[in-house]
């Protein structure tokens, strides 16, 4: 069955620095997301992607954060400086249709801000 | 704008007891309802879905729930649950936008 894959699984960072976490969604999807889960609090939605551009933003998706399709399979979610409360397990999803047909969540990656 | 509330932050239960994990929305607009399920150290997985026609769906699992519009609810049956359904579950809604909206997630421990 077609996954969507993260890497790294984990990444610890040193505040201040940037980061770049890496997605590559499913081959034939259209729609690209980045979520965050807070330890212990709700899943949170970032940003949607679609036909290289950002669709939609929330209000935590600052000018610290970034996202990029650089090629036909990468999907990127770059923080330009980390603070602390960055600290969370970051998802990516695809969806070949919209939030309707379902995502495909990968298996995250737990940032860690020192 | 959309919220989701799951008032259950854990449910024990024991094998092959049934299961109802409870899930409330509020929305001013049409919603797409979900449910996600999330094995240790894996990502989140769609279980099952609301978008329109009957108000009951069921999973391949043997999960199933039932939209309740008068009751904005969407809660999560199963009859006869296994070890194996040991997992957190996340109800979560989306509008007239392509977001999900999540609630806070519920940890189903099924004991032997």
């Known amino acids: 069955e077609p996954e969507v894959t993260q890497t790294p699984s984990h990444q610890v960072t040193q505040m201040g620095q940037e980061v770049i976490l890496r997605c590559v969604p499913i081959s034939n999807h259209l729609y690209f997301y980045w979520y965050r889960q807070i330890l212990g609090q709700k899943v949170e939605f970032l940003v949607s992607f679609y036909n290289n551009e950002i669709s939609e933003k929330s209000e935590i998706f600052d000018d610290q954060f970034s996202v990029e399709r650089p090629d036909g399979s990468n999907f990127t979610l770059k923080i330009r400086s980390t603070k602390l409360e960055d600290s969370a397990m970051y998802f990516c999803?695809?969806?070949?249709?919209?939030?309707?047909?379902?995502?495909?969540f990968g298996s995250g990656t737990r940032l860690t801000v020192v | 704008a959309q919220s989701v509330t799951q008032l259950d932050s854990q449910v024990p239960v024991f094998e092959e007891a049934p299961v109802e994990l409870r899930c409330n929305y509020s929305s001013s607009v049409s919603v797409y309802l979900f449910w996600y399920v999330q094995y240790p150290n894996q990502g989140l997985q769609l279980l099952l879905k609301y978008l329109s026609g009957s108000t009951l769906v069921e999973s391949i699992n043997g999960f199933e729930a039932e939209f309740n519009k008068s009751q904005t609810s969407f809660h999560l049956r199963k009859p006869s649950v296994h070890i194996s359904d040991t997992a957190e579950y996340f109800c979560a809604v989306s509008g007239h936008t392509d977001k999900l909206i999540f609630g806070t997630g519920t940890r189903l421990q099924v004991f032997p």
């Open positions: 999803a695809s969806s070949e249709g919209g939030a309707g047909r379902g995502y495909t």
